[in-house]
């Protein structure tokens, strides 16, 4: 995996994936939005208002998929040292909290008709509150120091401590009596969902999920575009004034030298 983490092999490789991953999400995302929209059917119970599940629970997905990647990344960043993982890991936390934030919004637009009330102290709620709160600690946690890298260790720390969460959010429903309604597709005796809506379901979780690898991709690519953009600054910074003092320097030792020739 290292040598995937040399700067100019990601630039290189991503440079040459992106028009295919965003070719590809594009397609997923008119399919899968056409499919949601027009193509599946109408609930028997919930009318059309069960159109916000296609938005809905792709997000929720993501906000937790992105959580374990950005974890995944912090304990790279801390044990293997790995060069891109904290870009990676802090590229990460704002797509999963946007995610995140979406579930909770689509959430209330789907439990107020459905439940009577926009919200409630529900036990999947809940953990999805708090993971949205993890996010935005971690985001302010990263950027809180002067040094970078206490910022990056202090991070880290705070997303692996965090990814506990991770489960709560998926079995709530199990270990709790919630009013959230039971997992339909991740079951162990096969989705529960009829074919009709769970094909346009899986096609925009896909389609959120090359969503995430395309801005994943773009702010990684950016911020090593900064880091030596501030490296070539950095070093014509030094070049002046290694050139300044040289010109100093040589221009002290002439004056030396025509005052010792007067003499």
């Not at 208002?49 to 912090?74: E, S």
């Not at 293997?80 to 704002?94: E, G, Q, V, Y």
């Not at 797509?95 to 919004?105: C, E, K, Q, R």
């Not at 959430?107 to 999805?128: I, K, N, Q, Y």
């Amino acid at each position: 995996m290292h040598r995937f983490a040399k700067p100019s092999v990601f630039l290189k490789l991503t440079g040459a994936m992106m028009p295919w991953m965003v070719a590809l999400t594009v397609i997923l995302t008119v399919v899968g939005l056409y499919l949601a929209l027009i193509g599946s059917p109408v609930d028997y119970q919930q009318g059309n208002t069960v159109r916000i599940m296609y938005i809905h629970v792709p997000a929720a997905w993501m906000g937790l998929f992105c959580y374990v990647g950005m974890a995944l990344c912090g304990a790279m960043s801390l044990i293997w040292k790995h060069p891109l993982a904290d870009i990676c890991a802090r590229a990460t936390a704002p797509v999963g909290a946007t995610f995140t934030a979406l579930t909770l919004i689509t959430g209330s637009l789907w439990g107020e008709p459905m439940w009577g009330t926009w919200w409630v102290w529900d036990a999947r709620l809940t953990s999805m509150l708090i993971l949205l709160f993890l996010y935005l600690g971690y985001i302010a946690l990263v950027n809180a120091f002067d040094d970078p890298e206490r910022g990056s260790k202090a991070g880290s720390a705070l997303a692996l401590v965090g990814v506990v969460n991770v489960p709560i959010v998926k079995f709530s429903v199990d270990w709790w009596n919630t009013l959230h309604q039971p997992a339909s597709v991740a079951r162990m005796d096969g989705p529960s969902i009829d074919p009709s809506m769970l094909a346009p379901l899986l096609i925009m979780a896909f389609a959120f999920t090359g969503y995430y690898f395309i801005i994943l991709v773009l702010r990684v690519r950016l911020e090593l575009n900064q880091r030596r953009i501030r490296a070539l600054q950095l070093s014509g910074l030094f070049d002046e004034r290694a050139a300044a003092n040289g010109d100093d320097d040589a221009l002290a030792y002439d004056q030396g030298h025509n005052a010792g020739a007067g003499k």
